[in-house]
């Protein structure tokens, strides 16, 4: 979640020392990004407009995300950071392109982002792939329900002045570029939040991020049935750089497993099976930062299916959904 919390109307004083901790950490961790995803290989839509479209169908992704397992506030209130996320896309031939969205919604504690993203992406065909330019509007609601606060000093005139729930909605826009050759690899570049729109009652900001996306896919010689796909996301808010990396070992295009890392967070181990053309991935994720000792993980669940339309649309060739 792209946002500044407004320190002095809120106060740091108003929490325990436990529950600072865990605010602070996960106040930087989306500061950083607007979902912490461990399966950024299969959720290109949610960051890059310029990828809608690309699967040669009507291309639907869902995701549940559960942080920090076992975390709680000092009086037992399970306050981990929590992920919901669903995208969808699909080519429009008479756009020359394609369109997508996605609906998400951060739960961190007291505070929530529920953003709704809608794009549109302009494709051409060069040298050996698809170049794809995306223009993309993001409404967000951003608000705290300041009822659960629990002061230590129970004079505080901070708190004493806040009661129920405050939100501001916030519009704000996005652009990508995004290019792939079909069962080789693909590469993308994205900006989201470029106006930084800041709320007026919460007095949260969005901050503008940058996303560089990519994956390569390498079937082993000898070995037809098992292809590797390794694959990185660097992010990028100004500040802060993010470094997620993975590598998945696919087999007959319906089992896959392998290991990720995020940069100084957390090490991943994803697994996933496709029944029927259903995709479902779960990855689990091994703290490694000083929250380890506070909680028991991170479980993120993805389900993803592709209804096939009309492939004759830009040129006539195979497409596939191995990077979704």
Request: glycine share 10%.
């Amino acid at each position: 979640m792209h946002t500044f919390i407004h320190l002095n109307k809120l106060k740091i004083r108003a929490l325990s020392l436990l529950a600072i901790l865990g605010w602070l950490l996960s106040i930087s961790v989306f500061a950083q990004q607007p979902t912490l995803i461990t399966h950024y290989m299969f959720t290109n839509m949610a960051t890059n407009p310029a990828y809608a479209g690309g699967n040669g169908g009507i291309n639907i992704t869902g995701l549940v995300r559960q942080q920090w397992m076992g975390w709680k506030d000092s009086d037992g209130t399970k306050s981990a950071p929590q992920t919901f996320l669903v995208t969808v896309d699909s080519p429009i031939r008479k756009l020359h392109g394609g369109i997508g969205g996605s609906i998400s919604q951060d739960q961190i504690g007291v505070f929530k982002n529920v953003s709704v993203k809608l794009g549109y992406a302009y494709k051409m065909e060069v040298w050996s792939g698809d170049l794809s330019f995306g223009l993309q509007g993001n409404l967000q609601n951003i608000g705290y329900d300041a009822s659960k606060f629990t002061p230590i000093d129970e004079g505080d005139p901070v708190i004493s002045n806040l009661s129920g729930k405050t939100s501001d909605m916030m519009i704000d826009m996005g652009l990508g570029i995004f290019y792939k050759v079909q069962d080789r690899y693909y590469v993308g570049l994205s900006a989201e939040n470029l106006l930084q729109t800041q709320g007026k009652k919460t007095h949260f900001q969005l901050k503008r991020t940058f996303y560089l996306n990519g994956g390569y896919q390498w079937t082993i010689p000898n070995h037809a049935a098992f292809e590797l796909q390794p694959s990185a996301q660097i992010l990028f808010d100004g500040a802060v750089l993010q470094l997620n990396a993975s590598a998945l070992l696919e087999y007959n295009n319906k089992f896959y497993g392998g290991l990720g890392y995020r940069f100084q967070d957390a090490v991943s181990v994803l697994a996933g099976v496709v029944i029927k053309g259903i995709r479902i991935g779960v990855a689990y994720d091994i703290s490694t930062s000083a929250m380890s000792r506070y909680n028991n993980g991170s479980m993120e669940i993805l389900v993803n299916y592709c209804f096939k339309i009309d492939t004759d649309k830009f040129r006539k060739s195979y497409r596939n959904t191995r990077f979704l």
